[in-house]
C-alpha cells in the first residue's frame, strides 16, 4: 500500500531561514567573478570544523590562478603619461563593477530565497549557500546561461563538485551523473561519498552537489550522543509510545523496534556514521535508512522502500524512494538508479546519497529520492512492484545488458533484456569456430538486436520466461509446439543467414537449458545449468567427451563457465582479466574450452579421489580500471559467480518455489582456489554457502586459512612429484637415487609452491647425490654443471626469494647467474631448460605451452639426443600433447604427465573436503598435525601404486608414458562410473559392508575421530561416489589397464565387487599360510604369488 506523505518542512522553517540568509547578506560585502573566486570560510551544518579554499570556472572542474597586475603594467586602455588619470579611471571601473555586481545580488537574492526549497537552506551550509549566490549572480550579469561548475577542495582531501544548470527537465540529473569524474577507471578514483540534489521550485535551475572522499570517522560514543541527540530524544519516545501516530507533517511515525531502536544500538549505528549525515538527517528519516541498513548490512543486497509524499503542499504525485545497496560503487548506483527511474518516466526532484561502514562488508549505501511520474506514467503499485525488482537487479547487470534496455531497445525490460545478451555470450564459443568474424562476440548481440530482429529475440526470451515460470508449468509438448511455430515465423521473415542461424541456436539454448534463476528475486547473476551437448560444434573431435554438467553464470563485467565430469566434482575456480579489450575477445571466444579442457585434466587427475573433475572459469572485464576498482570488480564477479552456481544446486524453499527443475536430481559441487582467487574469497564462499543452506558449507571451497592445508607449506604437489621422480630414475635411468648421483634442472624459481618445495625434499631424501645444474623463474636462471650449491639453495627456499638473489661467489667453475634486466639475461633464462644437460627435468613453474610442436627440437642436443632423457612434470600443460609425442618418438624422452606427476594436490584438496564434512574446525585443527603426516602418507602411496603401474604397462607394453597416463586415468573412470551406477541397486545393508573401502582411504585418525557419524554428515551421493572410486582404483592398480579394458562394460561392476570378496578370501588364506611351517623361502614365494594374482585367480578371469 502506498502511504500519503506530507512536506518535510513547514513554510515557517523555509522563512526562518531565508530571513537568517538576508540579515548576512545585509551585513556581508560580496565580490564575484566569472572566472575564478578564492575564499577561506567557516562551515556550518555540513563540515562546521572544516576550512577551505574555493575555486569556481564556468563549465569546467580545473581551477585556474587569477594574476594581479602590478599598477605599473601598461594598459591600451591607459594614459601612461598622467598617472593620476590611470588612477581615477581605475577607481570609476571598480565603482560601476561594484555597483552593477550589487543590482544584480539584490535582483538574485531575493529570487534564489523564494525559489530553492526549504531543504536546501536546512542541508546546506551557509557557505556553500553564499558561493552559490555569488556564482548565479556571476551567471546572470554575464548573461549567460544557467550552467555552471564548482569545485571545492576541502582541508581534509575531500573534494565538493557543484552543478548549477538551467531547468529541471527529466534527464538532466542523469547527463549530470554521466560528466561525473572519478569513476573506477581514474586512476585519481576517489569514492563519491555524499550526494544532494535540489530543483528550484519555479524550474529555472537545479542545483547539485557531489562530494567526493571519505568524511573521516572518528566519532566516540560521547560525540554521536551529542550531534544525534535528536535522533535518540525521538527513538526514545517512539518505544516509549509517547508519539502521536502522525507526526506534525502527517506522516506516520515507525513501528517500535525495542531491539533495532534501543539506545545502544543506535549509538553503535551512528558510529559507524559520518557527522554530517547524523546532524542533517531528520529522525524519522533515519530510523528508516537504520532498518534498511540492517537487512542489507552484511550481504551484497539490496533494499527498497517507496511511500507517497505531498510537496510542499502541493497536490501532485510524489514519491520518496529509499535504497540501501550493500559494498556497491556509489558512483555507480547512483548512475544506475537514476537511468533506471528516467527508463520508467520518473523524475528526480531532490536526492541525497550517504555512505554507511559496514564492518569488513565495505560500506552501505543508502539512497533517498524525491520523484514524480512524467511522460503519463502512473505511481501505481504495479509500477512499484517492477520498479523494485529492477532496482535490485541494476547492480548487478552486464553493461551490455544495461545499454540494450537503457538505451538501444528500453521497450525490452530488463529480464528480455539479461536473457538475450546471456544466450548471445553462450553462442560466441560455439559460433565463432564456425566463423570468427561473422560470429564475433560483438558482431552476435548487434545481429540479434536490430531493429529488423530484435522482435524474434525478444519472442525467444518469452519462450524462455513461458517454459521456467514456476506458477504455470510448460509441457515438453507445448515447448516443441511453440519453438516450432518461432523457427517458421524466422524462417520465414528472416533472410540474412547469420541471423537466422543465431535465432535458431537461441531456441535451441532453451531446449538444452534444465535449471535457471531467472525467477529469483534476489539474485546476484542469471544462471543457465546448461545440457553440455549445446557447447559441442562439428569442429569438435568425435572423441571429445561430453562433460556430465555445465553452469553458465552472466553478471555485472563478467561471464563465467563451470564445467564438471561427474555429478559429484571438484575442482579450481580461476579468474582471468585480459589486460585489453582485444584479448578480452579473444578470451570469450575461447573461454568455454579453456574451462572444458581444465576441467578434463582434472577429471585424469581425480581418479583416486570421491570427485570426479570440474573448473570454473570467470571472465572479468577490467580493462583500463584502477587498481583498486579492478580490484573490487574482480571481488563482486567472484560473490555473483559463486551465488549463482549455489542459486542452482541448493535445495531450499525458496529455490523449490522459484526455479523449474529438470535436472531431477540433487547436484553436488566442490571449488577450490585458483589463479587470482584470495583468502577473503574463500572466506566469503564459505560464509555465504552457509548462509544459503549449502548441505556441507564448510566443504564447498577447500585451502581454508585454517581448516584447511596449505599446499605451500606442507609441499603436498611435490612430495607426490618426488615419487614419480623416484621411480623413473630406477625404471628409465637405472639410477637409484639413494645410493648413486644424478643431475636434475628445474623451472620454477625456490620461492614457488612447487620448485621450492621439490628441493627441500631432494635434499632430504637424497642430500649431495641430488645435483640440481639448473633452476630458471621470471627473474632469472642460476646453472653450474656441478651443482648448485645446496645452502644457497635452502636460503633463498627458507627467505621465500627467487632465484635472481642466488650467490655468484658460491658458483663452481663453469657455473653462472643470469639475470632478466639485461638482453641476453633474458635469453639465458629461457633457454635454460632446453640448453643445460641433466638426467631429469622437472617443469615446476612456468608458462603454459612453453615446449610446444613448433619448438620441441630445441630441447634436443645437435646430435639429435634429448638434453635430457626425463621429464616430470610438476607443472601444468607446461608440454603440449604433439610436443610430448614428437620427444618420445623422435628422441626416447620418457616423460610423466602432468595428471599423474602433480596429482597429490588435488587428493589432498579433497581430505579437505572430507574433514570439512566430518570434523568441525576445532576438530581438525587440534588434531591437524596428525592428520597432515597421515594425508602426507597416503600421498606417498597414492603416487608410487601409480608410478609402478605407469612403468610396468610401459616396459610390459610399449607405447607413450603420457598416453598410458591418460589410459590409467581412464580406465579408474571407467570403472569408477559402471561401479557409481551399479551400487546405487544395491540395497541399505549391502551398501554399508562396502564401507569399510571409503574408511580405508581416509587418514586414520580423521576416520578414528568421525567415521561413526559418515552417514549424518557426508551426503548419501559422496559416499557411492567414494566407495566407487576407491575400489575401482584399487582394481586397476592392481590388476592393470588390460584386465579393466578387457572387461564388457555391463560386467565391470559386478568383476570389481567380486574380485574385492576374492580379496578378502586371500587375504584369510594367506593369515593361514602365515601360521604353517614350511622354508621362509617357499613361504614368502607362495604369499607373493597369492598377492600378486591370486584374487584375479580366483575369480577366473584373465
Not at 528500453?410 to 538475450?420: A, S
Request: with cysteine; glycine share 6%; aromatic share 8%.
Amino acid at each position: 500500500m502506498i502511504l500519503r506523505l506530507s512536506t518535510l518542512a513547514g513554510k515557517s522553517r523555509q522563512n526562518a531561514s531565508k530571513k537568517l540568509l538576508q540579515n548576512q547578506h545585509q551585513t556581508t560585502t560580496t565580490t564575484t567573478t566569472t572566472t575564478t573566486t578564492t575564499t577561506t570560510r567557516t562551515f556550518s551544518s555540513l563540515d562546521d570544523r572544516l576550512h577551505r579554499s574555493h575555486s569556481t570556472s564556468p563549465n569546467s572542474f580545473s581551477s585556474s590562478s587569477s594574476s594581479q597586475s602590478s599598477s605599473a603594467d601598461f594598459r591600451s586602455w591607459q594614459a601612461s603619461h598622467n598617472i593620476d588619470i590611470q588612477r581615477v579611471t581605475q577607481t570609476a571601473m571598480v565603482h560601476e563593477l561594484t555597483q552593477q555586481q550589487t543590482r544584480s545580488i539584490e535582483k538574485v537574492v531575493p529570487w534564489f530565497l523564494e525559489t530553492m526549497p526549504a531543504p536546501y537552506f536546512r542541508q546546506v551550509p551557509e557557505s556553500f549557500r553564499l558561493d552559490h549566490i555569488k556564482a548565479i549572480s556571476a551567471i546572470k550579469d554575464a548573461n549567460m546561461d544557467m550552467h555552471m561548475n564548482l569545485k571545492t577542495h576541502l582541508p581534509d582531501g575531500r573534494q565538493v563538485l557543484t552543478f548549477i544548470r538551467p531547468g529541471t527537465m527529466p534527464g538532466l540529473l542523469l547527463q549530470m551523473i554521466k560528466e561525473l569524474p572519478y569513476d573506477e577507471r581514474s586512476d585519481e578514483y576517489m569514492p563519491l561519498s555524499r550526494v544532494q540534489i535540489y530543483s528550484a521550485e519555479d524550474d529555472s535551475m537545479s542545483l547539485n552537489l557531489f562530494v567526493y572522499g571519505e568524511e573521516a570517522k572518528q566519532l566516540t560514543e560521547a560525540d554521536v550522543t551529542m550531534t544525534g541527540s535528536h535522533i535518540l530524544e525521538y527513538a526514545q519516545q517512539l518505544q516509549e509510545e509517547t508519539l502521536p501516530p502522525t507526526d506534525e507533517y502527517g506522516r506516520p511515525n515507525p513501528t517500535p523496534n525495542a531491539n533495532l531502536f534501543s539506545r545502544d544500538r543506535l549509538i553503535q549505528h551512528m558510529e559507524k556514521c559520518s557527522e554530517s549525515y547524523i546532524i542533517r538527517s531528520d529522525p524519522r528519516r533515519f530510523l528508516s535508512q537504520f532498518e534498511l541498513f540492517e537487512r542489507v548490512s552484511g550481504s551484497d543486497n539490496v533494499s527498497v522502500s517507496i511511500e507517497d509524499s505531498f510537496l510542499d503542499g502541493n497536490n501532485e504525485e510524489h514519491y520518496w524512494i529509499d535504497i540501501a545497496l550493500a559494498n556497491t560503487l556509489p558512483h555507480f548506483a547512483l548512475e544506475q538508479t537514476t537511468q533506471l527511474l528516467y527508463l520508467h518516466s520518473f523524475d528526480v526532484l531532490r536526492a541525497h546519497l550517504d555512505n554507511v561502514t559496514d564492518g569488513d562488508n565495505g560500506t552501505v549505501t543508502l539512497l533517498r529520492m524525491l520523484v514524480t511520474p512524467t511522460n503519463g506514467a502512473r505511481g501505481d503499485e504495479s509500477t512499484f512492484n517492477l520498479l523494485k525488482q529492477e532496482l535490485k537487479r541494476s547492480k548487478w547487470l552486464a553493461p551490455t545488458t544495461m545499454e540494450l534496455v537503457y538505451e538501444k531497445q528500453p521497450w525490452l525490460g530488463v529480464r528480455r533484456g539479461e536473457i538475450i545478451t546471456a544466450m548471445c555470450t553462450i553462442m560466441h564459443p560455439v559460433m565463432s569456430k564456425q566463423n570468427a568474424i561473422a560470429f564475433s562476440k560483438g558482431n552476435i548481440l548487434e545481429t540479434v538486436t536490430k531493429d529488423r530482429y530484435v522482435n524474434h529475440a525478444a519472442a525467444i526470451a518469452d519462450l524462455f520466461l513461458d517454459r521456467f515460470d514456476p506458477k504455470d508449468l510448460m509441457s515438453d509438448e507445448e515447448l516443441r509446439v511453440r519453438s516450432e511455430a518461432l523457427m517458421a515465423v524466422i524462417d520465414n521473415e528472416v533472410e540474412d543467414t547469420p541471423a537466422q542461424e543465431l535465432l535458431i541456436k537461441m531456441i535451441e539454448i532453451i531446449k538444452y537449458t534444465l535449471k535457471t534463476n531467472i525467477y529469483m528475486n534476489n539474485r546476484y547473476a542469471l544462471g543457465l545449468r546448461l545440457d553440455p551437448k549445446i557447447m559441442a560444434t562439428e569442429v569438435d573431435s568425435p572423441s571429445r567427451e561430453t562433460p556430465y554438467g555445465v553452469i553458465f553464470s552472466h553478471g555485472r563485467r563478467f561471464d563465467g563457465y563451470h564445467v564438471r565430469f561427474r555429478d559429484i566434482a571438484r575442482g579450481g575456480m580461476r579468474l582471468v582479466t585480459p589486460a585489453s579489450s582485444e584479448q578480452f575477445s579473444l578470451e570469450s571466444a575461447h573461454q568455454y574450452d579453456e574451462c572444458y579442457g581444465l576441467a578434463y585434466a582434472q577429471q585424469l587427475k581425480n581418479k583416486d579421489i570421491p570427485e570426479g573433475g570440474s573448473k570454473a572459469v570467470v571472465l572479468i572485464d577490467t580493462v583500463g580500471m584502477s587498481s583498486s576498482g579492478r580490484d573490487f570488480v574482480m571481488r563482486k564477479a567472484v560473490k555473483a559467480f559463486v551465488d549463482t552456481i549455489l542459486d542452482l544446486v541448493v535445495d531450499t524453499e525458496e529455490t523449490r518455489e522459484e526455479i523449474v527443475d529438470f535436472v531431477g536430481k540433487k547436484e553436488v559441487l566442490y571449488l577450490g582456489p585458483d589463479e587470482q582467487v584470495i583468502p577473503e574469497d574463500i572466506d566469503w564462499v564459505i560464509k555465504r554457502a552457509t548462509q544459503r543452506g549449502y548441505d556441507t558449507p564448510a566443504a564447498f571451497m577447500s585451502s581454508k586459512p585454517r581448516a584447511g592445508i596449505n599446499h605451500k607449506e606442507y609441499g603436498v604437489t611435490s612430495e607426490g612429484v618426488n615419487v614419480y621422480l623416484d621411480v623413473a630414475l630406477q625404471h628409465v635411468l637405472k639410477i637409484d637415487p639413494k645410493k648413486e648421483s644424478f643431475t636434475v634442472k628445474i623451472t620454477g624459481g625456490p620461492d614457488g609452491d612447487v620448485a621450492g618445495n621439490e628441493l627441500k625434499i631432494l635434499f632430504r631424501e637424497y642430500g649431495e647425490n641430488a645435483k640440481v645444474v639448473g633452476i630458471a623463474d621470471g627473474t632469472g636462471c642460476a646453472e653450474d654443471p656441478n651443482g648448485l650449491n645446496w645452502e644457497e639453495m635452502l636460503r633463498l627456499v627458507e627467505n621465500n626469494l627467487p632465484i635472481d638473489h642466488f650467490n655468484p661467489s658460491t658458483l663452481g667453475e663453469g657455473g653462472a647467474v643470469h639475470k632478466v634486466d639485461t638482453e641476453a639475461g633474458v635469453k639465458a633464462r629461457n633457454s635454460m631448460h632446453n640448453r643445460v644437460q641433466a638426467d631429469a627435468f622437472i617443469p615446476a613453474g612456468g608458462r603454459p605451452n612453453t615446449i610446444n610442436v613448433q619448438n620441441y627440437n630445441h630441447f634436443l642436443n645437435a646430435d639429435g639426443t634429448p638434453s635430457s632423457p626425463l621429464i616430470v612434470e610438476g607443472a601444468n600443460l607446461f608440454v603440449t600433447d604433439e610436443a610430448r609425442q614428437l620427444l618420445f618418438e623422435e628422441a626416447g624422452v620418457i616423460i610423466v604427465k602432468d595428471s599423474s606427476a602433480n596429482k597429490a594436490g588435488v587428493i589432498t584438496s579433497s581430505y579437505e573436503i572430507c574433514a570439512a564434512m566430518l570434523l568441525s574446525e576445532e576438530e581438525f585443527f587440534e588434531n591437524k598435525a596428525q592428520i597432515v603426516s597421515e594425508v602426507l602418507d597416503k600421498l606417498h602411496e597414492y603416487a608410487r601404486m601409480e608410478a609402478e603401474l605407469l612403468f610396468r604397462e610401459f616396459e610390459n607394453y610399449g607405447g607413450s608414458l603420457p598416453q598410458l597416463s591418460k589410459v590409467v586415468s581412464g580406465a579408474v573412470n571407467a570403472a569408477t562410473d559402471a561401479l557409481t551406477i551399479a551400487l546405487e541397486t544395491f540395497s541399505e545393508e549391502d551398501r554399508e559392508k562396502l564401507l569399510p573401502l571409503f574408511r580405508a582411504h581416509l587418514p586414520k585418525t580423521m576416520a578414528d575421530l568421525s567415521f561413526d557419524q559418515v552417514h549424518e554428515r557426508v551426503p548419501s551421493q559422496y559416499i557411492t561416489n567414494a566407495v566407487a572410486s576407491c575400489l575401482a582404483s584399487r582394481l586397476v592398480y592392481k590388476e592393470g589397464t588390460k584386465f579393466v579394458e578387457t572387461l564388457p562394460q555391463d560386467k565391470l561392476a559386478d568383476v570389481a565387487l567380486r574380485y574385492l570378496e576374492a580379496e578378502h578370501e586371500i587375504a584369510l588364506l594367506k593369515d593361514a599360510l602365515e601360521g604353517t611351517e614350511m622354508p621362509e623361502k617357499e613361504k614368502e614365494t607362495i604369499l607373493k604369488l597369492l598377492d600378486a594374482g591370486g584374487a584375479r585367480t580366483t575369480l577366473g578371469v584373465f
